[in-house]
Nanobody, 124 residues
């Protein structure tokens, strides 16, 4: 399974950005997909994720109320819509996939496949 994240860039505080994660190589709907981020000098943290059929979404505390995750089966793509961005959202964002029948995990060690990150920089 290969994952390719894109959509990062420079945005002002209060602005919005949408990240995309294209999943290829295996059946897209077999996998739950999570988004993680890592800021300079900090550990990687769970941002949010979506189950294989899209019925379940979970968000980390920093993302609740501001971010939304969706998936498009026709495009093999998972999206992370980020609104009301803050300076502290600055980080490299990664998407990861886990083959899972139900639900999704928030802990990164459960994820088998990772894409290269995309950098999001929020200016204050």
């Amino acid at each position: 399974v290969q994952l390719q994240a894109s959509g990062g860039g420079l945005v002002q505080a209060g602005g919005s950005l949408r990240l995309s994660c294209v999943v290829s190589g295996r059946t897209f709907s077999d996998y739950a997909v999570g988004w993680f981020r890592q800021a300079p000098g900090k550990e990687r943290e769970f941002v949010g994720g979506i189950s294989r059929w899209g019925g379940t979404t979970l968000y980390g505390d920093s993302a609740k109320g501001r971010f939304a995750i969706s998936r498009d089966t026709a495009k093999n793509t998972v999206y992370l819509q980020m609104n009301s961005l803050k300076f502290e959202d600055t980080a490299v964002y990664f998407c990861a996939a886990e083959r899972r029948d139900f639900g999704l995990e928030t802990r990164e060690h459960w994820y088998d496949y990772w894409g290269k990150g995309t950098l999001v920089t929020v200016s204050s």
